[in-house]
């Protein structure tokens, strides 16, 4: 399978921005210190975001970044193929040159698996996934964790 770090990644980010949005515009440094990210590969990603309608930007004091739908409206393809990354888990890439250009024995399974991870990631919205508890508690967490390490910071 080819979803790599980025694809992980995004759908991450994209998550507890969905989760935080309420608050108003989410500072990406916030989502990295929470999820334990590089801030600079979520710059990456983000633009990539931005630039498929799925997140906005704000700049100046405030800004940060809001989705550019609704949480039910991202599904988790979306933000997959927004950031190039793919689900195809074929040798060939769907090409059908998988054995000395020619299909492999194998490739119709694989091509069918591939497919139906595609279809299962088209019908999860961001929406979905934060209405399940264990998102809920795990965001939670990570908030406590954060305001605790900026408590620590500020106290003398």
């Known amino acids: 399978m080819k979803l790599t770090t980025k694809g992980r990644y995004a759908v991450t980010a994209m998550l507890d921005l969905a989760i935080q949005q309420s608050a108003g515009s989410v500072c990406l440094s916030d989502i990295a210190e929470r999820q334990e990210i590089s801030l600079s590969y979520l710059e990456q990603l983000f633009g990539r975001l ?3 309608g799925l997140v906005e930007s704000t ?11 609704t949480p039910e409206q991202v599904s988790i ?3 997959i193929s927004a950031v190039d990354e793919d689900v195809d888990i074929t040798r060939c890439s769907g090409n059908e040159n998988c054995q000395q250009n020619t299909r492999c024995l194998t490739h119709d399974l694989w091509s069918d698996l591939s497919n139906k991870i595609q279809n299962y990631l ?3 919205s961001l929406g979905d996934l934060i209405k399940r508890q264990s998102v809920q508690t795990i965001a939670a967490r990570q908030d406590t964790v954060l305001l605790k390490r900026r408590d620590d910071i500020v106290a003398p």
């Not at 700049?59 to 739908?69: D, E, F, I, V």
């Open 77 to 79: 393809a979306a933000i």
């Open 50 to 52: 931005r630039k498929s």
């Open 122 to 124: 088209e019908d999860i």
């Open 59 to 69: 700049r100046g004091p405030g800004g940060g970044y809001s989705l550019g739908q």
